[in-house]
């Protein structure tokens, strides 16, 4: 069945410092795949999202490229501000019978001024 | 106002008590779910729901209910809540012309406290 492995958290950063979060997934076929964010107190919502292989997904100065060969799906931002702590997951969605989105268990950002 | 809106935000419950959280949309879409999220654990599907006839069995759909009583509305039950029912719950919905991207939209959630 479809998986969804990221990296345990929390991660702690400084302002302006550099952030990557590693995701890797398992799945049949060509799956669409997505970063979402949680803010404190709030729902999840959509970070950026890639459809296929070698798309690249960009929003909110955070980036993340649908790598097939290495089943990977990397979050990277190159500078983070306080705003950015939040918890971030990584979803894929494969769009056979089973409908909904499988999670990753998400991480937990924390960005220190 | 919020596009996906689920009440209530919090509850408090005893063990063996009735509980339904309710989930309306108004983004018009067709589709439906509800998520339930633990610390460590991500956030696991309970049911979803693709019109008001079609219901389907998620992931962990033991001890809940859902009733899709129109295509705004989507409320999940449990009959009889237990302690390891604590969760944050999600309702979410998507678009049926974009099945293959899946992209959901997710209201802000229910936190339930079962004792």
């Known amino acids: ?8 958290g929390p991660v702690t ?8 979060i590693n995701c890797t997934y398992t799945a049949t076929g060509y799956p669409s795949l997505f ?15 890639a459809t296929k292989a070698d798309d690249k997904g960009s929003n909110k100065g955070f980036e993340a490229t649908y790598r097939k060969e290495t089943t990977s799906f990397h979050l990277e931002k190159g500078s983070v501000q306080v705003s950015d ?13 089973a ?10 950002l924390i960005i220190q001024p | 106002d919020a596009d996906v ?19 309306s949309q108004t983004k018009g879409h067709d589709r439906m779910y509800w998520y339930r999220q633990d610390p460590g ?22 001890g809940y209910s859902v009733s899709r009583q129109a295509q705004a509305k989507f409320s999940l039950s449990l009959e009889s809540a237990i302690p390891n029912q604590t ?29």
Not at chain 1, 85 to 97: H, I, K
């Open chain 1, 1 to 8: 069945g479809n998986s969804v492995t990221q990296m345990e």
């Open chain 1, 13 to 20: 950063l400084s302002e302006e410092a550099f952030l990557t």
């Open chain 1, 35 to 49: 970063w979402y964010v949680q803010y404190p107190g709030e729902g999840l919502q959509l970070l950026l999202k």
């Open chain 1, 85 to 97: 702590s939040a918890v971030y997951f990584c979803a894929l969605s494969s769009g056979g019978g």
């Open chain 1, 99 to 108: 409908d909904g989105l499988t999670f990753g268990k998400g991480t937990h």
């Open chain 2, 5 to 23: 809106t689920q009440t209530p935000r919090n509850r408090i419950t005893k063990t063996g008590k009735r509980i339904m959280l309710e989930c």
């Open chain 2, 41 to 62: 654990l991500g956030l696991r599907l309970i049911y979803y729901s693709f019109d008001v006839k079609d219901i389907n069995k998620g992931e962990i759909s033991d």
């Open chain 2, 87 to 115: 969760a944050l719950y999600f309702c979410a919905t998507s678009d049926g012309q974009r099945q293959y991207t899946g992209e959901l939209f997710f209201g802000e959630g229910s936190r339930l406290t079962v004792l």
